[in-house]
């Protein structure tokens, strides 16, 4: 079982900035962040190995950077320039192997608010 924690996203104004947080309660596992608009599918954002690869989706590379601090279990999405496109709730995401093959594990979710 894994737990994740995600403190509030929030509200900021087209071209700003926020970081977005996320503790896990077990290490070294991949992770990522997907996001949720109104009446869309969720879709990946970024993602990050356990050793430090990462991915990003075309519409955030150069604005947005995902990393991890291993020491505290957590992950961090950066959001740079943002727009109000980026509007939606993001979900952290866990991927722990299996007997079965991989297991997803969601946090609650935060909204991010990007005014125009």
């Known amino acids: 079982q894994v737990q994740l924690v995600e403190p509030g996203g929030g509200l900021v104004q087209a071209g700003g900035s926020l970081r977005l947080s996320c503790a896990a309660s077990?290490?070294?596992?991949?992770m990522g962040w997907y996001r949720q608009a109104p009446g869309k599918q969720r879709d990946m954002v970024a993602t990050i190995t356990s050793t430090g690869s990462t991915n990003y989706a075309d519409s955030v590379k150069g604005r947005f950077t995902i990393s991890r601090d291993n020491a505290k279990n957590t992950v961090y999405l950066q959001m740079n320039f943002l727009k109000p496109e980026d509007t939606a709730v993001y979900y952290c995401?866990?991927?722990?192997?299996?007997?079965?093959?991989?297991?997803?594990?969601w946090g609650q979710g935060t909204q991010v608010t990007v005014s125009s």
């Open positions: 995401n866990a991927k722990l192997a299996t007997t079965w093959g991989w297991r997803d594990y």
């Open positions: 077990v290490s070294s596992i991949n």
